[in-house]
């Protein structure tokens, strides 16, 4: 059965054909151009399947996408998706599982650096013409033997704990639901609180979705509980995270400084307070791209993609209940 897949999210002439290699006999790509509202819709018009990495969803693009079956996320959170919309259409929800987790712990171990060793900054102020030695923002600082607090502790959060134990320091990890005291153990990990991970971290790093309960976590109250030598690493979602108030924190010298890949608005304004800083690292929501992945996020989405072709469920860890 013929399928048409149209990815939202514009990408290049090249990213496509690599996609399209990966495509079975039967199966059809397009992709867009923009973000514009009306040329997604357009786009969507006779789309059997979805797909989306950092698009929103609405319910008014569900509506134009009608032969529309399959909504699959290329990636995780589906916090851009209005998911009571599919549902009322009756259209499967899916993500790529663990598809990213190992590309985004590797960002977000590198982000850790860049920010307590001044890399980016180093970098950005050699291509001034600045040779800056002594007037860094902050003294660097090692991360070996750092308190480091992982809020989030999914598939990337855990590659996050295993890529930081050589680094010999204490890792301490929140989620919903606490580990076997043996799996603890084994992956040199200890539970506290959100505020236990606040008071005692020397760097928070958040992995955690974007939910109601969520949403603004951290705030100018929790960037207060810090430790003012801390710094706070987001590659979860920019909502987590109430900008106004770590620009407020920042400006006050409460915390050491920041990194961060998400934006509570994607894409982010040039004019965004948080790009002035020198103890900011700030990129563009490139944490889970990692050219030598793509081939197995792809191939994950066209496994659900085939599922759905048959009549048959989407892969249990995949399916967005």
Request: aromatic content about 4%; overall charge neutral; proline content about 5%.
């Amino acid at each position: 059965m013929p399928c048409k897949i149209v990815v939202l999210d514009p990408i290049t002439a090249e990213t496509a054909a690599r996609m399209r290699g990966l495509l079975p006999e039967g199966m059809e790509l397009a992709h867009a151009t923009s973000r514009d509202p009306a040329h997604l819709r357009a786009l969507a018009a006779d789309a059997d399947v979805l797909v989306s990495g950092q698009v929103a969803v609405d319910a008014a693009l569900l509506e134009a996408a009608g032969k529309a079956r399959l909504l699959h996320k290329w990636g995780v959170g589906v916090d851009n998706f209005d998911l009571e919309a599919a549902r009322a259409r009756g259209v499967t929800v899916a993500r790529t599982t663990g598809s990213n987790a190992v590309p985004v712990a590797e960002f977000t171990l590198g982000l850790m650096l860049a920010l307590l060793r001044n890399l980016a900054f180093g970098h950005s102020s050699l291509r001034a013409g600045e040779w800056r030695t002594t007037t860094l923002p902050k003294p660097s600082l090692m991360l070996s033997g750092r308190t480091v607090g992982i809020i989030g502790y999914g598939a990337i959060g855990q590659n996050v704990a295993r890529l930081l134990r050589p680094f010999n320091g204490r890792i301490l990890y929140n989620k919903t639901t606490r580990l076997p005291a043996a799996e603890e153990a084994a992956q040199g990990v200890s539970f506290a609180t959100v505020p236990e991970i606040l008071a005692e971290s020397d760097v928070v790093s958040l992995h955690c979705p974007l939910t109601p309960q969520t949403a603004g976590l951290i705030d100018r109250a929790a960037l207060r509980r810090m430790r003012r030598h801390a710094v706070l690493i987001n590659v979860a979602r920019g909502g987590v995270v109430v900008e106004a108030d770590l620009v407020a924190a920042l400006e006050a010298g409460e915390i050491r400084g920041a990194a961060t890949d998400v934006y509570e608005v994607e894409p982010t304004p040039a004019g965004n307070p948080l790009l002035r800083f020198d103890n900011v690292v700030a990129t563009p929501h490139i944490a889970a791209m990692a050219a030598d992945n793509f081939d197995r996020a792809i191939l994950q989405i066209i496994g659900n993609i085939e599922r759905v072709l048959r009549g048959e469920p989407v892969a249990a860890a995949d399916l967005v209940r």
